[in-house]
C-alpha cells in the first residue's frame, strides 16, 4: 500500500515523505502547521506555542512572586531547574523605585537586584516556566530595568542542551547598574526570596545558587557576606 501511494505520489508530481530528508524537528514543524490550518491541535498545543519560555533566576525564583505578577494559576505551572551558560548571577542591579532595606546595615546601602551578564566561562541556576505572549507585557514591565534577551539553555542537573528561552539582563552600560555599585549591597527582601525560590526545588539546586550568585563586585559570593545570616540549607532566613 505505502509502495503504491508513493508511485501516485509521483505521478501526480509530488515528492513522498519518505524520500523528503528533513529532520524530525521539521517534520514536526510540517505536521502541526498542517494539524493547526485544519484546526486540529489540542487546546495545551495551541497554549505553548502561543507562549515565550522565560528563566527567572532572582526573585522569579520563587513562584509566589511570579504568581503575584501573572496570576495565581503560575504557582501551578510547570517549572523547570535549567542551567545557563556565559553569563554571571549578581546583586548590582539598582531599580529606581527600591528603598533600602536597612536589614543589615545602618546605611541606606541595601538596595540592589540580582542580575545576569555576560561572562565567559560563567554559569548559574534558574527556573524555566512558560508565559502566555498575552501576559508578557506584564513581565517586561516589572523587569523594565533589563534587556529581555535569548540565551541556550542547559539541563539540571546534567547540563544537557534543551533549546533557548530567554532572561532579563542588563549589561555594563546599563543606567540600573551602577558605577559605584561596589559600595552597595542587595536588597535583603530579594535575597529571601530568590534563595528561598532556590532551595524549594532542592538541596542541589539551592548549593548551586550559593555557589554561583555573586555581590556587585562579581567576586564575591553572597553567602560569604551574609554567612552568620543565611541558614545553611534555605530554611526561614533571618
Do not use: C
Not at 26 to 41: G, I, P, S, T
Amino acid at each position: 500500500m505505502g509502495e503504491e501511494r508513493d508511485r501516485l505520489i509521483r505521478r501526480l508530481g509530488g515528492k513522498p515523505l519518505s524520500e523528503e530528508r528533513i529532520s524530525d524537528a521539521e517534520l514536526m514543524a510540517k505536521r502541526m502547521d498542517h494539524y493547526r490550518r485544519e484546526q486540529r491541535l489540542p487546546h495545551e498545543i495551541e497554549a505553548l506555542r502561543d507562549s515565550v519560555l522565560v528563566v527567572g533566576y532572582g526573585t522569579l525564583l520563587s513562584r509566589a512572586s511570579v504568581a503575584r505578577t501573572l496570576g495565581g494559576g503560575m504557582e501551578g505551572q510547570l517549572f523547570t531547574p535549567v542551567v545557563v551558560r556565559d553569563f554571571k548571577r549578581l546583586f548590582n542591579l539598582r531599580p529606581d523605585h527600591y528603598t533600602a532595606s536597612m536589614k543589615h546595615s545602618r546605611d541606606p546601602v541595601e538596595v540592589l537586584a540580582a542580575n545576569a551578564q555576560p561572562s565567559p566561562g560563567s554559569s548559574f541556576n534558574g527556573l524555566a516556566f512558560r508565559v502566555a505572549r498575552e501576559e508578557l507585557a506584564a513581565l517586561d514591565e516589572r523587569e523594565r530595568w533589563y534587556d529581555r534577551v535569548r540565551v541556550p539553555l542547559l539541563s539540571f542537573p546534567g547540563e544537557q542542551p534543551l533549546g533557548e528561552a530567554h532572561i532579563y539582563s542588563a549589561g555594563e552600560g546599563s543606567p540600573w547598574v551602577p558605577a559605584d555599585g561596589r559600595a552597595l549591597l542587595p536588597r535583603w527582601e530579594d535575597v529571601v526570596l530568590a534563595r528561598g525560590g532556590a532551595y524549594e526545588v532542592g538541596e542541589e539546586f539551592g548549593r548551586m545558587f550559593d555557589r554561583t550568585t555573586y555581590l556587585a563586585d562579581g567576586k564575591t559570593l553572597l553567602v560569604e557576606r551574609y554567612r552568620e545570616h543565611l541558614p545553611p540549607q534555605g530554611e526561614d532566613a533571618t
